[in-house]
Nanobody, 123 residues
Framework: QLQASGGGLVQAGGSLRLSCAASGRIFSSSHMGWFRQAPGKEREFVAAIRWMSGSTVYADSVKGRFTISKNNAANTVYLQMDSLKPEDTAVYSC??????????????????WGQGTQVTVSS
């Protein structure tokens, strides 16, 4: 199971740090991803990180502003979000990425979705 937390209300230019804690069986997970869904829009890929190597991949819209990291011992993945913009407002969710799907940014290639956390950026 995955549980995202850390969302909230922040002014444009501010920062937030999201956490995604994984519990239970995650042996089939090679990587973890963050997605977001704004009102009236489809869910979109934000970032992903591999458990073993720490390799990362980002959506172009967040490169240079967001940083994904992990703590293997705690089975937790983080998303540090800096220089936030109003367009970053969305529900952020985390999900497992199975082996063989690393590099994919497609929602269908991730599973075990956790409950999301709301991020609201005011202008």
């Amino acid at each position: 199971q995955l549980q995202a937390s850390g969302g909230g209300l922040v002014q444009a230019g501010g920062s937030l740090r999201l956490s995604c804690a994984a519990s239970g069986r995650i042996f089939s997970s090679s990587h973890m991803g963050w997605f977001r869904q704004a009102p009236g829009k489809e869910r979109e890929f934000v970032a992903a990180i591999r458990w073993m190597s720490g390799s990362t991949v980002y959506a172009d819209s967040v490169k240079g502003r967001f940083t994904i990291s992990k703590n293997n011992a705690a089975n937790t993945v983080y998303l540090q979000m800096d220089s936030l913009k109003p367009e970053d407002t969305a529900v952020y969710s985390c999900a497992n990425g199975p082996s063989g799907k690393w590099g994919s940014k497609l929602e269908r290639d991730f599973g075990s979705w956790g409950q999301g956390t709301q991020v609201t950026v005011s202008s």
